[in-house]
């Protein structure tokens, strides 16, 4: 892979080291030799997960996004914790968020969600054969989500109505309607 | 829309105001009554441009992603102006980004990228009926871009060897391999 359209790092300024993100303006040599600032997020990264009920229903949770200043649907998802593997996050998420657990989990894709500013990941999986957890699992103390269950088609609806509207889910719902026909 | 689980912002500081994003902690109050901090990054809003040319070719474009140390290929996109509309901006972008330009361009969606720290939407379009400029648009001064054409085929390839590794590419790659079939 060529990168000659890299950009060096002249001089990294921190501006901020948080809970979640640390930000950092970065001064860098562009490929004509001029220089210019970079202002970069930095995010530990986060998983999602499809997570598809017996009754073929997708399992999301609403949950109130104080950027946005609105609650959204979404598929279960969370941050990955030092020491976990991406896999590891979506069942511990899966169980936090929804109550359910699995044995039955694959990736389908990842990416970054805002490559121009932010080094955040989302690893994506596909999760089915849930079954419920006897007893729940303590999330996050400042996290608020409900769950819901949804036909794809409800999905749909919601997508339309802007209560889905995150790049995680409508990407998610869209595989779900590709590839589960062949279910 | 109940939005039982609102987080009510009890004081706010900002931390950053840069070019492209600004960044602030908001204290926030739970629904139980307990309080925690919000980490927030604003940003304008972006478009991404699902390109078609007449040969059923997407338009891509290779980039250097300063927070990824590494360059990237994606469908076209760019921030919001002041003043302008998505649209607008689309056309814009599509025209700095690949010298083409077009009158046919529809909204396909829109979502937030990372709606846990970010407000930032992407709004994605699909554009066909793409003309070549006659002469080439100057865009950002430190964007370095080279545009390319692929098939769904090649693209999906690239999305294997992580080469398209980002949430809108990835989304509308998806799109046109679901929809242009049918197109």
């Known amino acids: 892979m060529t990168d000659r359209f890299e950009e060096k790092t002249v001089s990294s300024t921190s501006i901020y080291e948080g809970k979640i993100i640390d930000v950092k303006v970065d001064t860098v040599q562009l490929p004509d030799g001029n220089q210019s600032k970079r202002e970069i997020v930095t995010h530990p990264g986060a998983v999602a997960i499809l997570a598809i009920t017996d009754e073929n229903k997708l399992?999301?949770?609403?949950?109130?996004?104080?950027?946005?200043?609105?609650?959204?649907?979404?598929?279960?998802?969370?941050?990955?914790?030092?020491?976990?593997?991406?896999?590891?996050?979506?069942?511990?998420?899966?169980?936090?968020e929804t109550g359910y657990t699995t044995d039955h989990i694959k990736l389908i894709n990842s990416f970054y969600t805002s490559p121009g500013f932010a080094d955040e990941i989302v690893y994506i999986y596909l999760a089915d054969n849930l079954q419920r957890l006897e007893q729940t699992v303590e999330g996050d103390e400042d996290e608020f989500v409900t769950m819901k269950e949804v036909t794809i088609e409800e999905a749909e609806e919601l997508e339309k109505n802007r209560r889905i509207h995150d790049a995680k889910t409508s990407y998610a719902l869209m595989y779900a309607k590709q590839y589960l026909s062949e279910y």
């Open 59 to 96: 399992v999301m949770v609403e949950q109130y996004r104080k950027p946005l200043e609105k609650s959204l649907i979404e598929i279960p998802a969370g941050k990955l914790e030092k020491g976990e593997t991406p896999e590891g996050t979506a069942i511990r998420e899966l169980e936090e």
